[in-house]
């Protein structure tokens, strides 16, 4: 039974002030709004205290302390597993939500004719106003490999992708490389800021439970598209996402977690010898990005290959 029209999930990192701006965002856009609504903090850093000073400025909100910190996938399932609103959405705490954002994502989604909507997400911008991309076709493995060889990290190879893509991935949504200037289905998207409409989560299931964070939302966005269901980017309502920001570890040291999300996808939908190909042709490349931190040496990018080895091990042994 239904009680309500929307519930907010959000999990704290380890910037309190972010997460304050995010709820005082939040509060602020809907009030007045006719949906009815709750919110749900998951306090994820144990011993800080910050849920007693949550609870204090937001009496009227729903607080969980972590006993030990869980992944972005678990956070988030516990609170849908457990919600009785229509729509759940699942937000990062380095988030300001703009006015009528959500209730421009709502209206749409209230829609008749979008009845077989599932996930929607409004425009990211960074926080000069500037546009975040945040639309992606299904990874494919050359795809991933080039991801986390580390070639990424280099400006040119943004360039280069800006250029290549239109033309191996033409279709508007299927890559990160386009204008993000009207509203379109897509195979799957940035799970920053993300409304599901939960008659479609109770049909598909939850989000697999395989990473600290990152990957588990693609494999999500697989099964609804083969239910039936739409994945949607609506730029009509934009947010603000800092990105990165409150992880304490900081972004290169999780890597290695974005990768799990990835092997999880390619071990559900693919032939157990490609995916085994894959794992090995993983660990040749994390040796040899390990060899190479070694003769630098770069201690920090040392400790990430072999973790992302480590990953990709676990991987091939769990085939």
Same mark, same amino acid.
């Given at each position: 039974?239904?009680?309500?029209?929307?519930?907010?999930?959000?999990?704290?990192? &380890?910037?309190?002030?972010?997460?304050?701006?995010?709820?005082?965002?939040?509060?602020? +856009?809907?009030?007045?709004?006719?949906?009815?609504?709750?919110?749900?903090?998951?306090?994820?850093?144990?011993?800080?205290?910050?849920?007693?000073?949550?609870?204090?400025?937001?009496?009227?909100?729903?607080?969980?302390?972590?006993?030990?910190?869980?992944?972005?996938?678990?956070?988030?399932?516990? %609170?849908?597993?457990?919600?009785?609103?229509?729509?759940?959405? *699942?937000?990062?705490?380095?988030? *300001?939500?703009?006015?009528? #954002?959500?209730?421009?994502?709502?209206?749409? =989604?209230?829609?008749?004719?979008?009845?077989?909507?599932?996930? #929607?997400?409004?425009? *990211?911008?960074?926080?000069?106003? +500037?546009?975040?991309?945040?639309?992606?076709?299904?990874?494919?493995?050359?795809?991933?490999?080039?991801? $986390? +060889?580390?070639?990424?990290?280099?400006?040119?190879?943004?360039?280069?992708?800006?250029?290549?893509?239109?033309?191996?991935?033409?279709?508007?949504? &299927?890559?990160?490389?386009?204008?993000?200037?009207?509203?379109?289905?897509?195979?799957?998207?940035?799970?920053?800021? %993300? #409304?599901?409409? =939960?008659?479609?989560?109770?049909?598909?299931?939850?989000?697999?439970?395989?990473?600290?964070?990152?990957?588990?939302?693609?494999?999500?966005?697989?099964?609804? $598209?083969?239910?039936?269901?739409?994945?949607?980017?609506?730029?009509?309502? &934009?947010?603000? $996402?800092?990105?990165?920001?409150?992880?304490?570890?900081?972004? !290169?040291?999780?890597?290695?977690?974005?990768?799990?999300? #990835?092997?999880?996808?390619?071990?559900?939908?693919?032939?157990?010898?490609?995916?085994?190909?894959?794992?090995?042709?993983?660990?040749?490349?994390?040796?040899?990005?390990?060899?190479?931190?070694?003769?630098?040496?770069?201690?920090?990018?040392?400790?990430?290959?072999?973790?992302?080895?480590?990953?990709?091990? +676990?991987?091939?042994?769990? !085939?």
């Amino acid at each position: 039974m239904e009680d309500r029209d929307l519930e907010f999930s959000i999990v704290s990192g &380890s910037n309190e002030e972010m997460l304050f701006g995010c709820l005082d965002s939040l509060y602020k +856009s809907m009030k007045g709004s006719h949906y009815t609504w709750s919110v749900t903090v998951t306090c994820n850093e144990v011993g800080t205290g910050l849920a007693a000073r949550v609870r204090a400025r937001y009496p009227d909100a729903t607080v969980m302390q972590n006993e030990t910190p869980l992944g972005f996938a678990a956070n988030h399932n516990r %609170v849908l597993k457990s919600s009785h609103a229509r729509y759940v959405w *699942l937000l990062n705490d380095d988030l *300001l939500i703009l006015p009528d #954002a959500i209730q421009k994502v709502t209206e749409f =989604m209230d829609r008749p004719g979008n009845a077989r909507v599932a996930v #929607a997400s409004p425009k *990211l911008l960074n926080p000069d106003g +500037s546009l975040q991309p945040s639309t992606y076709g299904f990874p494919s493995m050359p795809q991933i490999l080039l991801a $986390h +060889s580390g070639l990424r990290e280099l400006s040119v190879t943004d360039r280069v992708l800006g250029f290549v893509a239109p033309y191996v991935r033409s279709r508007e949504g &299927s890559s990160r490389y386009w204008a993000h200037d009207r509203t379109i289905e897509v195979d799957t998207l940035r799970g920053a800021c %993300v #409304a599901m409409r =939960m008659k479609a989560v109770r049909q598909v299931g939850p989000m697999v439970e395989v990473a600290i964070v990152g990957g588990e939302e693609t494999e999500w966005h697989r099964r609804f $598209h083969e239910q039936g269901w739409k994945v949607v980017y609506f730029p009509e309502a &934009s947010v603000i $996402h800092y990105g990165s920001q409150t992880v304490r570890d900081g972004t !290169r040291n999780l890597y290695p977690e974005y990768l799990k999300g #990835a092997l999880y996808f390619f071990k559900t939908g693919r032939s157990a010898a490609t995916y085994s190909l894959f794992c090995t042709a993983l660990l040749g490349m994390f040796g040899a990005r390990a060899a190479l931190a070694w003769a630098t040496r770069d201690k920090s990018g040392l400790n990430v290959a072999r973790r992302y080895a480590e990953v990709a091990w +676990s991987g091939l042994r769990g !085939r």
